[in-house]
C-alpha cells in the first residue's frame, strides 16, 4: 500500500480520517479477514471526534482515546 502524502504536510483529523484511516482500514480488512482491533496513540488527528466517528464506523474493535 502506498500513500502519497506531500512532505511537510500536517495530517489534521480531516486528512486523517478521509485519506489515511480509510486506506489503512481497506488495507487491515484484506490482510486480516478475520478481525483487527485499531489503536491510536493519541495524536490530536487522531483523537479528533471525526476520526474516533470513523474508526468506530470502520472497525468493530478499536481501543479509543479514553482508554
Known sequence: ???SIPDRA????KRYAKTLLSRLT???KSLLP?????????????AAQLAQDRIATD????IGKDE
Open 26 to 28: 481497506e488495507e487491515r
Open 1 to 3: 500500500m502506498t500513500l
Open 34 to 46: 478475520s478481525g483487527f482491533i485499531s489503536q491510536q496513540d493519541g495524536a490530536p488527528a487522531q
Open 59 to 62: 472497525c468493530s474493535k478499536f
Open 10 to 13: 500536517k495530517v489534521n483529523a
